[in-house]
């Protein structure tokens, strides 16, 4: 994503702050980028699955391994890769009639239920372990891969984070430097709670807009937005419960039953076929109890020749005081 990245080389600090629109109209511009980059799998891989914001509007991208990347292959292609996935248990679910907002709802439930409640301090980290296990659709062939992160809450100290079992140093936020989702516990317990509210506030940048005038960008944003919140291992109590709703709300999500996580549990995926882009991502649910289980990706690589499903979960995280402290 160096292209992206060049982007804060002309940022310059003392510019006045953006208006909501402008921040609104900057944060299209951000996920009309990533949707460019997804077109063109030859960019370099991302570093980070956390998305910085100037303040002055010039915008940055760090994503994962997990980000998706997807490619237009011809029919021969698509053919083998077909045969490829129906061979290592990746094929893509067909889609029944299991209802989206049913499962989005339930999973709100399930986690108002049985979330922890937290206060992490500025000064401590998130750690976080992390499994992905890969497929390479032409060949079949698998990796596993052990991913332990520990961030720095308010990104005032360098993060160590891992990408598919590199190490990634990633430097403190300079100044007028924001992220998403937010990493100061004060600015994450500004986000409302009411799923009608938090989906133009981090949709748009604003909660005056309401969602009934939404145009299908804007929903695609809010989609994007929420599901990068939701990655996040620690947030205030109610606020993941929301995000589950508030996706329930947007228009077009679907239910794809039998979709494997990591751990190989069979759940329920939801997808967003409304936009290519969202092509072959799953937040995964258990089909019961509606638990949240993991994500399932595609990513191609840096040379566009081959492209990888990731199937992930979280086996543990902890607010710790040390880097590199385990819980």
């Given at each position: 994503?160096?292209?992206?990245?060049?982007?804060?080389?002309?940022?310059?600090?003392?510019?006045?702050?953006?208006?909501?629109?402008?921040?609104?109209?900057?944060?299209?511009r951000?996920?009309?980028?990533?949707?460019?980059?997804?077109?063109?799998?030859?960019?370099?891989p991302?570093?980070?699955?956390?998305?910085?914001?100037?303040?002055?509007?010039?915008?940055?991208?760090?994503?994962?391994?997990?980000?998706?990347?997807?490619?237009?292959?011809g029919?021969?292609?698509?053919?083998?890769?077909?045969?490829?996935?129906?061979?290592?248990?990746?094929?893509?679910?067909?889609?029944s009639?299991?209802?989206a907002?049913?499962?989005?709802?339930?999973?709100?439930?399930?986690?108002?239920?049985?979330?922890?409640?937290v206060?992490?301090?500025?000064?401590?980290?998130?750690?976080?372990?992390?499994i992905?296990?890969?497929?390479?659709?032409?060949?079949?062939?698998?990796?596993?891969?052990?991913?332990v992160?520990?961030?720095?809450?308010?990104?005032?100290?360098?993060?160590?984070?891992m990408?598919?079992?590199?190490?990634?140093?990633?430097?403190?936020?300079?100044?007028?430097?924001?992220v998403?989702?937010?990493?100061?516990?004060?600015?994450?317990?500004?986000?409302?709670?009411d799923?009608?509210?938090?989906i133009?506030?981090?949709?748009?940048?604003?909660?005056?807009?309401?969602?009934?005038?939404?145009?299908?960008?804007?929903?695609?944003?809010?989609y994007?937005?929420?599901?990068?919140?939701?990655?996040?291992?620690?947030?205030?109590?109610?606020?993941?419960?929301?995000?589950y709703?508030?996706?329930?709300?947007?228009?077009?999500?679907?239910?794809?039953?039998?979709?494997?996580?990591?751990?190989?549990?069979?759940?329920v995926?939801?997808?967003y076929?409304e936009?290519?882009?969202?092509?072959?991502?799953?937040?995964?649910f258990?089909?019961?109890?509606?638990?949240?289980?993991?994500?399932r990706?595609?990513?191609?690589?840096?040379?566009?020749d081959?492209?990888?499903i990731?199937?992930?979960?979280?086996?543990?995280?902890?607010?710790?005081?040390?880097?590199?402290?385990l819980?």
């Amino acid at each position: 994503m160096t292209d992206e990245l060049e982007l804060l080389r002309d940022w310059d600090a003392d510019a006045a702050p953006l208006t909501e629109s402008a921040r609104a109209r900057a944060r299209h511009r951000l996920l009309n980028t990533m949707a460019r980059a997804q077109r063109h799998p030859d960019a370099a891989p991302g570093r980070r699955h956390v998305l910085r914001f100037a303040a002055a509007g010039a915008v940055a991208v760090a994503v994962t391994g997990t980000a998706v990347l997807i490619t237009e292959g011809g029919a021969d292609e698509g053919d083998r890769a077909d045969r490829a996935d129906r061979v290592s248990g990746t094929a893509t679910p067909r889609m029944s009639n299991v209802s989206a907002v049913t499962v989005l709802n339930g999973a709100a439930v399930y986690t108002g239920r049985h979330e922890k409640t937290v206060a992490p301090r500025d000064d401590q980290f998130i750690y976080s372990k992390r499994i992905i296990k890969e497929t390479e659709r032409r060949t079949g062939a698998v990796k596993t891969y052990e991913d332990v992160n520990w961030d720095s809450v308010d990104g005032s100290k360098r993060s160590l984070t891992m990408e598919l079992g590199r190490v990634i140093w990633e430097e403190p936020m300079k100044k007028g430097e924001s992220v998403w989702p937010p990493r100061e516990w004060s600015e994450l317990k500004k986000l409302p709670t009411d799923p009608r509210q938090l989906i133009p506030r981090i949709g748009l940048g604003t909660s005056s807009m309401p969602i009934s005038d939404f145009t299908a960008q804007e929903w695609f944003n809010a989609y994007f937005m929420l599901g990068e919140l939701l990655k996040w291992p620690v947030l205030p109590q109610g606020l993941r419960p929301a995000a589950y709703k508030a996706l329930a709300l947007v228009p077009g999500v679907k239910a794809v039953p039998g979709v494997k996580d990591s751990a190989g549990r069979t759940g329920v995926g939801i997808s967003y076929p409304e936009s290519p882009f969202a092509k072959g991502k799953y937040l995964i649910f258990d089909p019961e109890s509606y638990e949240f289980l993991g994500f399932r990706d595609e990513r191609t690589s840096a040379s566009g020749d081959k492209t990888y499903i990731q199937v992930s979960h979280v086996v543990d995280w902890a607010i710790v005081d040390r880097l590199k402290q385990l819980p």
